[in-house]
């Protein structure tokens, strides 16, 4: 084929991808693009493979690719996108910023903000329609934007809401074309994406200059990372390194914990059994209070539905690191500079770990089954020393949001599949239609497993 698996990539990256485990095995080498500017890469889809890449040590494998460079082009050098002694300095210097005590503190304003869309969900005295992937990504940056930024969030939600989709879209475009134009070509979407970034980095610099004119003892991630220092050198951050973090974390910390809250609260809407075992443990442990950090770890029923949500829909679907020196994985030998991709969608799909893969099944993580798993079986959030600083957060608010709103309320989530888009984090391709109803007397709940749902269809480019 003259383009490779181009075209197939485009047009459903996620069935390619798995269709090349599924037919070819563990490690596969695909290729896509024209002769002369052809990419190749690996495919590792098998939990032993995905360990060695990820969790193999950081000098054996990068994230010198294409697609980071263009995030990193776009949204900074934060610590999503760093590498070598630049990136082991900014983890040693956010990570104290990110401990399990230190997002304790941020449970109040998850269930806060998941209170106040409660609320207008309840306003209706019967039932009310709506789109949920609008309303968890409104609740999202309402959450990550009080979290890095504190108080005075509601100017700049509405700029970064419309502006993270085009400057996103223009990072995928980017990356994924067969033949990319040259970087000073002022096309219509550059233009569109330039005047998105400038908005953008207009409303972080803004922010960002409050609090460092106001110091005090505020607990937002912004007045947090003025006062952060290198624990080796005590280094502070220069100013374009808080703007690049902080742009990090609005990407990374509302786009895919909203999807991630999209496809749960969805899938509960489609299985009333599992949905009823979520009430029974809300009424257990919570007795319709707010919940607090203390009851995180008491809500396991609402955890393991979180958690099989972002098996099956995970937010970063497929990611890639550079073999620097080379490496020989399954049997496979890799070049040295060879591109490897690993995929949480296919190997959250593996037969060999995931019977009935796309049963929605959250018993797959009762305690007892996720301990007995291969640790790479399962990583939405990668793995090894590269693995999401804020994996903890995430998950937290997921819940916290899970928790809250269901109290009081059940959902009935429309029947059609949920097309997919794939750019730069999985994310559904339109509305998400549910109906929120006042919840009926609790019936007894039944272990019976959910019913397999419909296959959602996928469409998008490669990220």
Sequence with gaps: MLLGLARQLRRDQLGTLQGAMTGYGDV?????????????????????????????????????????????????????????????????TLAPLFTPRRVARYVAVMADEAARLRHRWTAAATSTRVDLHAEMVEYTLRVVGRALFGAGMDDAIPTIRVTFPVVSEAVRRRATAAIPLPPAWPTPA??????????????????????????????????????????????????????????????????????????????????????????????????????????????????????????????????????????????????????????????????????????????????????????????????????????????AEAVVAVAVLLTGRELRADPAPVPLSTAITLRPAGPVRCEVVPRRPTAPATTARAAEPQPYPASGGPA
Excluded at 38 to 45: E, G, K
Excluded at 82 to 87: F, I, K, M, Y
Aim: aromatic residues 8%.
């Design 190 to 395: 550059r233009r569109r994406a330039a005047s998105a970034m400038r908005a953008l980095h207009a409303v972080v610099d803004a922010i960002v200059e409050r609090r460092r004119d106001a110091p005090g003892d505020a607990e937002d991630l912004v007045s947090l990372l003025l006062a952060a220092r290198d624990p080796e050198t005590g280094a502070p951050l220069s100013p374009r390194e808080v703007r690049d973090q902080v742009l990090i974390f609005l990407l990374a910390g509302h786009e895919t914990t909203a999807t991630t809250l999209t496809f749960a609260l969805h899938l509960l809407g489609r299985h009333p059994d599992v949905q009823r075992r979520v009430h029974q443990e809300l009424d257990d442990v919570l007795a319709a209070r707010a919940p607090t950090a203390e009851d995180l770890g008491r809500l396991t029923y609402t955890t393991m539905v979180v958690k099989e949500a972002m098996r099956l829909y995970p937010p970063a679907y497929a990611f890639g690191r550079r073999s620097s020196n080379g490496d020989r994985i399954g049997g496979h030998r890799i070049p040295p500079g060879s591109i490897v991709v690993v995929s949480p969608w296919v190997t959250h799909r593996h037969p060999a770990y995931w019977p009935d893969p796309e049963r929605f099944d959250p018993e797959r993580f009762h305690p007892a089954a996720a301990s007995a798993r291969h640790r790479y079986a399962w990583f939405p959030f990668g793995g090894g020393p590269r693995a999401c600083i804020g994996s903890h957060f995430g998950l």
């Design 28 to 92: 596969v080498h695909l290729a896509a693009g024209p002769p002369g500017r052809r990419a190749r890469f690996y495919l590792v889809t098998h939990p032993d493979g995905v360990q060695q890449v990820l969790a193999g040590g950081a000098e054996g494998y990068s994230k010198d690719t294409l697609f980071y460079r263009e995030i990193a082009a776009s949204f900074g050098d934060g610590l999503l996108t760093s590498n070598g002694q630049r990136w082991r300095q900014q983890r040693r």
